[in-house]
């Protein structure tokens, strides 16, 4: 009887750890998905700070530093 018991009790925490786990598994793939979006968000942002900056800099002569 004791047996019993502590075999459905194992049995239980499996099922349970199984749950678990493939609840894990759901919240790491959607975070996945959501770093690659915020990745490409980045990317895009990052060409299009790139473009605005060379857009806006002064053209800055060449010079030679004075101690040269």
Same mark, same amino acid.
Request: aromatic share 4%; glycine share 2%; hydrophobic share 35%.
């Given at each position: 009887?004791?047996?019993? =018991? !502590?075999?459905? *009790? /194992?049995?239980?925490?499996? &099922? $349970? +750890? $199984? *749950?678990?786990? $493939?609840?894990? #598994?759901?919240?790491? #793939?959607? +975070?996945? @998905?959501?770093?690659? %979006?915020?990745?490409? =968000? /980045? $990317? !895009?942002?990052?060409? %299009?700070? /790139? &473009?605005?900056?060379?857009? @806006? &800099?002064?053209?800055?002569?060449? @010079? *030679?530093?004075?101690?040269?």
């Amino acid at each position: 009887m004791m047996n019993e =018991t !502590r075999l459905e *009790k /194992l049995e239980i925490l499996v &099922a $349970e +750890q $199984e *749950k678990t786990i $493939e609840e894990l #598994s759901g919240q790491i #793939s959607d +975070q996945w @998905t959501e770093i690659e %979006r915020l990745q490409t =968000t /980045l $990317e !895009r942002l990052t060409e %299009r700070f /790139l &473009a605005l900056e060379e857009q @806006t &800099a002064p053209d800055v002569p060449v @010079t *030679k530093p004075p101690h040269w």
